[in-house]
């Protein structure tokens, strides 16, 4: 059972890890978390909280440099 108000798919904090990422699942007692960049972790649910408008927006930036990275380094011979 996931634990009250956290969604697969939204925008979380984790306060041991001090980072914000996406929670992609439930893993028995953990949650994954994934950054844009691909890394991902699990952590537990009682660390974790929502990212606030501001952590989101750093999702998105890291998603955007990293999109950008990943074509510099497609287009390099």
Known sequence: MPPAGLQ????????AAQMPGTLTSFEGRLIRIT??????WDAHPHRV????????RQLQAIARLHEQRQ???????
């Open 8 to 15: 697969i798919g939204m925008a979380v904090y984790d306060s």
């Open 35 to 40: 950054r844009p960049t691909g890394f991902s």
């Open 49 to 56: 909280r929502r990212a606030t408008p501001w952590e989101r």
């Open 71 to 77: 074509r510099a380094a497609r287009a390099s011979p």
